[in-house]
Every structure is written in structure tokens, then in C-alpha cells.
């Protein structure tokens, strides 16, 4: 069976010492904003874009990479993780599709949400998360790690 694998960008928002996270319409978990990187995205563009289609946001990345002489090139923000989840798995063990998900982390200005996309969840999907909140939630385990993990970055 052949594995589909889509890239994905996923940005985990700092604002006071929370994150923001929604419940997925299909998943039915707490995510950060995140979805597919286009055709014509680099992977930071593409989680900056769905920050600002999910939540109204400007987010400003952490961790971005210092600028290098190279003639033809330049450096690109650097995801804080690189994952692979599989989300279609088959009774049999087999997996046939695939996101490999560039996770950034960013600071925002404010905690109002207005989602700026066409069919996002509205802002009373979303929810901040302190350290304490996050570790207290039944939100799944890596996502909880990486949330503290950005809150602590931020500050």
C-alpha cells in the first residue's frame, strides 16, 4: 500500500503566558492553528497563513534562523519540531496517509480571536492555556508538552 504523505504547518500562539487552542471540527481535539502547506508556500508561510485564517492574528515566529551570505539561497525559520502523524491507519497496521507537520512557535499581541477564514471554527472554539491548564486538561500529551514548551520560549 502506498503511503500519501502532505506537509503541514502547525504554529503554537503565545500570548501572557498561555496558548490558544481549538477543539477540531472533525478531530474533535485541542490544536493549535495549523493545516496544509500550498503548492506555492514555504512551510512558515503556510503556518503564518492559517494563523491568520483561524484566528484573525498576526503571529511574529520565534526561533528564526540568523540571516547567512549565500548567493542564491537564504535562511528559512526554523521549526522548533518536525513530526510525522499518521491519520489514516488500517485495521491491518498498514498507513496510507501521512502529514509531516512543521511546528513553529510564535507571540501574539492580544488573545481576541476573529477568525479571518472562510468556514473556521468561530472564536468560541477557542481557549488560552496556561502551563497549569494544559497539564491539568485531557488534551492529548503532545500537544500538552509542546504547548508548556512554547508558553516557557516565549517568555
Given at each position: 500500500?502506498?503511503?500519501?504523505?502532505?506537509?503541514?504547518?502547525?504554529?503554537?500562539?503565545?500570548?501572557?503566558?498561555?496558548?490558544?487552542?481549538?477543539?477540531?471540527?472533525?478531530?474533535?481535539?485541542?490544536?493549535?492553528?495549523?493545516?496544509?502547506?500550498?503548492?506555492?508556500?514555504?512551510?512558515?508561510?503556510?503556518?503564518?497563513?492559517?494563523?491568520?485564517?483561524?484566528?484573525?492574528?498576526?503571529?511574529?515566529?520565534?526561533?528564526?534562523?540568523?540571516?547567512?551570505?549565500?548567493?542564491?539561497?537564504?535562511?528559512?525559520?526554523?521549526?522548533?519540531?518536525?513530526?510525522?502523524?499518521?491519520?489514516?491507519?488500517?485495521?491491518?497496521?498498514?498507513?496510507?496517509?501521512?502529514?509531516?507537520?512543521?511546528?513553529?512557535?510564535?507571540?501574539?499581541?492580544?488573545?481576541?480571536?476573529?477568525?479571518?477564514g472562510d468556514d473556521e471554527p468561530g472564536s468560541e472554539a477557542w481557549d488560552w492555556y496556561t502551563p497549569a491548564a494544559l497539564r491539568g486538561s485531557d488534551i492529548?500529551?503532545?500537544?500538552?508538552?509542546?504547548?508548556?514548551?512554547?508558553?516557557?520560549?516565549?517568555?
Amino acid at each position: 500500500m502506498e503511503t500519501t504523505r502532505h506537509f503541514t504547518a502547525t504554529v503554537y500562539l503565545v500570548n501572557e503566558g498561555a496558548t490558544a487552542l481549538h477543539r477540531h471540527p472533525k478531530l474533535g481535539i485541542r490544536l493549535p492553528p495549523g493545516g496544509h502547506v500550498d503548492r506555492d508556500e514555504l512551510p512558515h508561510e503556510a503556518g503564518l497563513r492559517e494563523v491568520r485564517e483561524e484566528t484573525g492574528l498576526d503571529a511574529d515566529l520565534l526561533d528564526s534562523a540568523p540571516a547567512i551570505d549565500a548567493p542564491a539561497g537564504r535562511a528559512l525559520p526554523q521549526p522548533r519540531y518536525q513530526m510525522l502523524y499518521d491519520i489514516d491507519v488500517h485495521p491491518d497496521g498498514q498507513v496510507s496517509h501521512q502529514h509531516i507537520d512543521f511546528v513553529y512557535f510564535a507571540r501574539v499581541g492580544c488573545r481576541t480571536i476573529a477568525p479571518d477564514g472562510d468556514d473556521e471554527p468561530g472564536s468560541e472554539a477557542w481557549d488560552w492555556y496556561t502551563p497549569a491548564a494544559l497539564r491539568g486538561s485531557d488534551i492529548d500529551a503532545d500537544t500538552v508538552e509542546i504547548g508548556c514548551e512554547a508558553i516557557a520560549m516565549a517568555e
